[in-house]
């Protein structure tokens, strides 16, 4: 068993480094020694036995710390173990049907396909209006999305836990 994991994440406003966080501290529990680092802090892979990336999703896209990361280090992640997760929607209910069937970002769909990954999940995230900017405002007025933290932290680390079970048996 390798036990250097690397979380990866993109954030804006640091709920998906939260996430990252209970992920990489999930994965601490079972044995492991993840790096929970922002993608774009991140310049070399071979230390690590298995790769986690997730980004915060605007608009359907992912942050751009975090799709750079993605493609600039393909040939490397196909060659580990991957699982890629999205955080984004609020509100209650199915993440996926929130987005309205959306799971990933087409911009990256292709890569994803090549790498391989053993899981892609989309999460709720969290909004705190006291951080957004006026346009941002607007727009989530607009949307009529809901403010509020909708992260489920169950699901968060029962799909860590699942990470950690199958990098055990990858003796």
Same mark, same amino acid.
């Given at each position: ?8 994440? %993109? ?14 501290? =999930? ?8 790096? =929970?680092? *922002? ?9 690590? %036995? ?17 799709? !750079? ?7 490397? /992640? ?21 987005? !309205? ?14 790498? %391989?990954?053993?899981?892609?999940? =989309? ?7 006291? &951080?957004?900017? /006026? *346009?941002? &405002? ?5 949307? !009529? ?21 199958? /990098? &055990? &048996?990858?003796?």
């Amino acid at each position: 068993m390798d036990s250097q994991v690397l979380v990866a994440y %993109g954030t804006k406003y640091g709920a998906t480094a939260e996430i990252a966080e209970k992920i990489g501290e =999930v994965l601490r529990e079972e044995g492991f020694e993840p790096d =929970v680092l *922002p993608a774009d802090s991140v310049a070399d892979l071979t230390p690590y %036995g298995a790769v986690v990336l997730g980004s915060a999703v605007y608009v359907g896209k992912w942050r751009g710390e975090a799709a !750079k990361f993605l493609e600039a280090n393909e040939k490397a /992640l196909a060659g580990l173990p991957v699982w890629l997760f999205s955080s984004g929607p609020t509100g209650e209910g199915d993440a996926v049907e929130l987005m !309205k069937g959306w799971s990933f970002p087409g911009a990256q769909q292709d890569i994803a396909d090549r790498i %391989g990954p053993r899981d892609v999940v =989309v999460f709720h995230g969290a909004m705190d209006s006291k &951080k957004l900017s /006026l *346009p941002e &405002k607007l727009i989530i007025k607009g949307v !009529k999305a809901p403010m509020g933290d909708f992260r489920d932290w169950e699901a968060i680390t029962s799909w860590a836990e699942g990470i950690a079970t199958e /990098l &055990k &048996k990858r003796v």
